[in-house]
């Protein structure tokens, strides 16, 4: 059985367009291994070799700057659940989904108590006092991206039900607390305070 | 790890980009998102387009606005630049409108392959300059070339394919020589290939491929009977293969000089 007729056309021409030297060495050891496929590799390596070079000249800075416009556009065609859309789609928060075992159990791997991973997850603490490592650690526990998790702590937090606030009017961005507030009044040891302080961005 | 490429062979093997462009991916593997794009954005050690592709193209590897679009935006530039000197305004009527077209597809394009599992680009990653040119082909087709009357259909051939026992090779050097002079290192420049380009598609299919493989360099005869010759490879005679070169380089020659007239 010949085995050189068993490679499809697709896969032969795929392989001589991804041969980093393509030149007629090349070629004329693909014309005595594929004859089958003579005409369309003769094709393909005309093709490959008469197409101009772009990265030569691709360095050469235009003047005027028509990127930020095309970014704009680009961003625009993104779809809304891409880590680059222009408006993220709010991902679900992640920590409300977990299972009481799973919080408890992720609540140990961050090495916090479970009314601070309560916090966290009710969106009480303010997104941007949190260090970036800290939010990373969290991201990567829960397999979701730092962009995704960050976006959904920044919604406003949530009343957890059966409490009542005394002031008047809905909760908003205002009633969040600080990280460092976070740290002090969430019962957490000074040796969980002090891993947690270490992590704050420079 | 750097991402395979979706697409797969019958064995169900991931398709390979070129080894250059699997190094540069598996050097810039595992950088934090703010290094990497100090190094996808650094003009003086630039990186193939290629390898811009790759992280244009695969949301799985989560780059968020933050770090993506200064990647978008060097990939851009440089895009519009490379554009800028393949379309070039001598060349062709509306060229900035088509090099516009070009540049808006190929945003659109990474667009949906991001949101996407069919792999429409893969081959970007693997041959970019090829990927392009056939683009560019398509969206010139399209708009036409400068020239009202296309002059390959004015060109007459020098000599008809005969048996007559002239000095073949000579002949086709003349020929050569009187379609690349008076500038030979012409041929290494991104708008002449381009154009050249354009202008090998437009020939006879005869002797469109004698001549692409005239430029990779393969002999037309050959003492060695092992080696690949262009006569074997086209599977007729030297002296056909020869008469359809000089058919083929007067053509070229007609065109190319009338376009740099314009």
Redesign the interface.
């Known amino acids: 059985m010949n085995t050189t007729t068993q ?2 056309k697709d ?1 032969v021409l ?2 001589f ?4 030297n393509q ?2 060495d090349t ?2 050891r693909y ?2 291994r594929y004859p089958q496929y ?2 369309a590799l ?2 393909l ?18 003047p005027g ?4 416009q ?2 704009s ?3 625009s ?3 809304p659940t ?5 408006t993220p789609h709010p991902m679900d928060n992640p920590l409300s989904n977990l299972s009481d075992e799973r919080f408890r159990e992720l609540a140990r791997e961050l090495n916090v108590n479970r009314l601070f991973l309560s916090r966290l997850r009710d969106c009480s603490i303010q997104v941007a006092t949190i260090p970036q490592q800290f939010l990373s650690v969290v991201a990567q526990a829960l397999k979701v ?3 995704g998790l960050t976006s959904a702590l920044d919604s406003p937090p949530v009343v957890a039900s059966g409490l009542r606030h005394k002031a008047s009017g809905k909760p908003g961005a205002g009633d969040k607390i600080t990280f460092e507030e976070a740290l002090t009044s969430s019962a957490l040891s000074e040796t969980q305070q002090a891993a947690l302080r270490e992590m704050k961005d420079e | 790890m750097v991402l395979p490429l979706k697409k797969t062979t019958q064995d169900a093997e991931p398709y390979q980009r070129r080894a250059e462009i699997e190094q540069v991916l598996s050097s810039l593997d595992g950088l934090a998102p703010d290094q990497l794009v100090e190094r996808l954005t650094c003009t003086h050690q630039a990186v193939p387009f290629e390898v811009l592709i790759y992280f244009l193209r695969h949301t799985e590897l989560e780059l968020g606005s933050k770090h993506l679009e200064p990647i978008f935006r060097t990939f851009y530039g440089r895009l519009e630049a490379a554009l800028r000197k393949s379309v070039s305004d001598t060349w062709i009527d509306y060229a900035a409108t088509i090099r516009e077209e070009l540049a808006e597809r190929i945003v659109e394009m990474i667009a949906k392959d991001r949101d996407s599992d069919e792999e429409k680009m893969y081959y970007w990653e693997v041959n970019f300059n090829h990927a392009l040119s056939n683009l560019c082909t398509d969206v010139l087709r399209k708009h036409g070339p400068a020239r009202e009357t296309d002059p390959l259909i004015n060109a007459r051939p020098l000599t008809e394919e005969s048996d007559s026992g002239e000095e073949v090779s000579h002949e086709v050097d003349i020929a050569a020589a009187e379609f690349i002079n008076p500038n030979p290192s012409k041929i290494d420049e991104v708008a002449f290939r381009l154009r050249l380009m354009h202008a090998i598609n437009e020939l006879p299919v005869d002797e469109r491929r004698a001549v692409g493989l005239w430029l990779q360099g393969m002999p037309i005869e050959s003492q060695d009977p092992e080696a690949e010759t262009i006569a074997q490879a086209l599977e007729c005679r030297e002296r056909t293969v020869s008469n359809r070169l000089k058919r083929a380089f007067e053509k070229l020659r007609i065109v190319m000089q009338a376009e740099e007239l314009q």
């Open positions: 490679v499809s896969n795929h392989k367009s991804a041969e980093s030149d007629a070629l004329a014309l005595k003579r005409e003769i094709d390596s005309i093709e490959i070799s008469t197409a101009p070079k772009f990265d030569e000249l691709a360095v050469e800075k235009l700057d028509n990127s930020r095309a970014w556009k680009f961003q065609l993104l779809s891409d880590p680059a859309s222009t991206s730092v962009e």
